[in-house]
């Protein structure tokens, strides 16, 4: 079983709000990534970062931000939610190729 | 880029048969992928690896095989359970970096 927590697990929020999604893992590893997964779809990367102070942007646009200021800690922002953001999204950490999920936050914009 | 995709959306089996599933990439510089379980409100779960440079390797009741002529790995899950009942992903390491490229996944449903 992996060690990696996601926060909240469900969230329900209005339209233009600030929301932050936190994810966190306690194997020491320096890679993290964030995706985004519609119901029965496949994952898409929208963010990663190769360690401390490294982030990069994914293969999906998004127009959420995240932050990479300890190596177990890896929050995804959103500035102003729009429905359009309704999605899961799931965090991941490894060390090599092998992705260790989260159980995602179901994330709703109303 | 990469395009990783699954030949069949769904599949149905009966508990105690054994299940293919498949998947198409399209980079023949992937070299390596990694099989995904991920069953409904959780994330995805390891399964099983394989790099390049071998065709075949065999967990506990799962079995990967590759072809990098036809870019075509597939999935084998031997005496199905109802537990193994899930959504099935493939995954692409692309290039030199450690991104994964996912596919869309399978729906494998075990019928007692």
Request: glycine share 8%.
């Amino acid at each position: 079983e992996a060690d990696i927590y996601q926060t909240p697990r469900y969230l329900v929020i209005g339209t233009g709000k600030k929301i932050t999604l936190e994810c966190s893992q306690t194997m020491g590893h320096d890679k993290m990534y964030w995706y985004q997964q519609d119901p029965g779809m496949e994952l898409h990367l929208i963010h990663y970062s190769y360690g401390v102070n490294s982030t990069e942007k994914g293969d999906l646009s998004s127009e959420s931000t995240v932050s990479r200021i300890r190596t177990e800690h890896f929050p995804l922002t959103l500035e102003s939610a729009r429905p359009s953001h309704t999605s899961q999204y799931l965090c991941a950490s490894s060390r090599g190729y092998e992705q260790y999920f989260g159980p995602g936050t179901r994330l709703t914009v109303t | 880029g990469e395009s990783v995709g699954l030949h069949l959306p769904t599949l149905s089996v009966q508990e105690g048969d054994n299940s293919i599933i498949n998947c198409a990439y399209s980079n023949s510089a992937s070299d390596y992928f990694i099989w995904y379980k991920q069953e409904s409100g959780k994330g995805p779960q390891f399964i099983i690896d394989i790099r390049s440079n071998m065709d075949k390797r065999q967990g506990q009741r799962v079995t990967v095989l590759l072809n990098k002529t036809v870019k075509h790995l597939s999935l084998q899950i031997a005496a199905t359970q109802p537990g193994d009942s899930a959504v099935y992903f493939c995954a692409a390491r692309e290039g030199s970096n450690y991104k994964l490229t996912f596919g869309k996944g399978t729906l494998l449903t075990v019928n007692p």
